[in-house]
């Protein structure tokens, strides 16, 4: 089945060490999103790729970085974490980068900063 | 940033019912949609509503838009234990043809 998947669904790492994210998708979709949710809260936009044009939302720290070398693969790194970073990183693709596209989110990875 | 509401923040019935939640927003928007997240696991679309729709039906979910109100309500008759999730609203944003503008979700439980 076509599917937007991501590694690892859980990643611990310390205050201050560089950690990457990855998400892969076989939807051969376009856009590819990064979010950031916080417990009950709504998804936060970090960045998309539109093909290989990075985007990088007005808000989003410089400690947050993206990759995506092929259309299949995105990676998110996350230069220095720190506390307030522990949250779930969603990936999600879209055929087209239109708000009224469906997203097709992966499950997520949780990331607790210790 | 700006950010749709959902009421209420958390529903709790007994299965077999029916549950209702609402999504208002402050713009005029295209279209909205909704999404449902089991614990902790992504989003998953249930179904888009365009501005010029009042209504619309997949399976047990009804949704309606009224955008005089600004506001979105989605219906699951017949409620399963399954359902149990948070459920997400999302519309289009003002002078981005992209970004999605979230509501906070309502917890939904089901209680067998």
């Known amino acids: 089945d076509a599917m937007v998947i991501q590694n690892p669904r859980y990643q611990v790492t310390q205050f201050g060490k560089p950690v990457t994210l990855s998400c892969s998708q076989t939807?051969?979709?376009?856009?590819m999103y990064w979010y950031q949710q916080k417990s009950s809260q709504a998804p936060k936009l970090l960045f998309h790729?539109?093909?290989?044009?990075?985007?990088n939302e007005a808000d989003t720290p410089d400690n947050f970085q993206s990759r995506r070398p092929n259309t299949s693969f995105c990676f998110l790194d996350i230069r220095s974490p720190g506390l307030g970073d522990a949250a779930m990183y969603l990936c999600?693709?879209?055929?087209?980068?239109?708000?009224?596209?469906?997203?097709?989110f992966g499950p997520g990875t949780r990331l607790l900063v210790l | 940033s700006q950010q749709g509401e959902e009421d209420p923040q958390a529903l709790s019935i007994q299965e077999g019912e029916n549950a209702t939640m609402n999504c208002s927003y402050k713009?005029?928007?295209?279209?909205l949609q909704w999404y449902r997240q089991n614990s902790g696991r992504g989003l998953v679309h249930l179904i888009l509503?365009?501005?010029n729709e009042r209504e619309k039906h997949s399976g047990r979910l009804r949704v309606t838009l009224d955008t005089s109100k600004k506001s979105s309500s989605l219906l699951i008759t017949a409620s399963r234990a399954a359902d149990t999730a948070s459920y997400f609203c999302?519309?289009?944003?003002?002078?981005?043809?992209?970004?999605?503008?979230w509501g906070a979700g309502t917890k939904l439980i089901i209680k067998p």
């Open positions: 999302a519309t289009d944003a003002m002078g981005s043809n992209y970004q999605l503008i």
């Open positions: 713009t005029s928007i295209n279209n």
């Open positions: 509503i365009r501005s």
């Open positions: 939807l051969n979709h376009n856009v």
């Open positions: 790729y539109y093909d290989k044009d990075f985007n």
């Open positions: 999600a693709t879209g055929r087209r980068r239109l708000a009224g596209e469906t997203q097709y």
